[in-house]
């Protein structure tokens, strides 16, 4: 079983900063594919990255591409989200994912992860 807790949130103006970090439980953390999903007040869940185990590729969807950027230590078993040039509309809570399949065909999709975290408030205010 894996166990995900998340950290970094908080309440930020818009164009500021904020790193989001993700440590996970797991011997073979290496091969999880990850995911930072968001969710805010009466919306779908939304992914924000992902990130395939092994060296595998990420992605970002249009709305952050450019100002997301994921990155992992694998020797801490963490998972970290940069977000840059933050907006108001991305105020939501951010959830960390991990999918010990395999293989995850479609990274966006929220069924495709059997591990969440409790989620950390980001906040960004005009």
């Known amino acids: 079983q894996v166990q995900l807790v998340e950290s970094g949130g908080g309440l930020v103006q818009a164009g500021d900063s904020l790193r989001l970090s993700c440590a996970a439980s797991?011997?073979?953390?290496?091969?999880?594919?990850m995911g930072w999903f968001r969710q805010a007040p009466g919306k779908e869940r939304e992914l924000v990255a992902a990130?395939?185990?092994?060296?595998?590729?990420?992605y970002f969807p249009d709305s952050v591409k450019g100002r997301f950027t994921v990155s992992r230590d694998n020797a801490k078993n963490t998972v970290i989200l940069q977000m840059n040039s933050l907006k108001p509309e991305d105020t939501a809570v951010y959830y960390c994912?991990?999918?010990?399949?395999?293989?995850?065909?479609?990274?966006?999709?929220?069924?495709?992860?059997?591990?969440w975290g409790q989620g950390t408030q980001v906040t960004v205010s005009s």
């Open positions: 994912a991990a999918s010990t399949a395999i293989w995850v065909a479609n990274l966006a999709s929220s069924s495709a992860y059997n591990y």
């Open positions: 797991g011997r073979t953390f290496i091969t999880y594919t």
């Open positions: 990130s395939r185990g092994s060296g595998g590729s990420t």
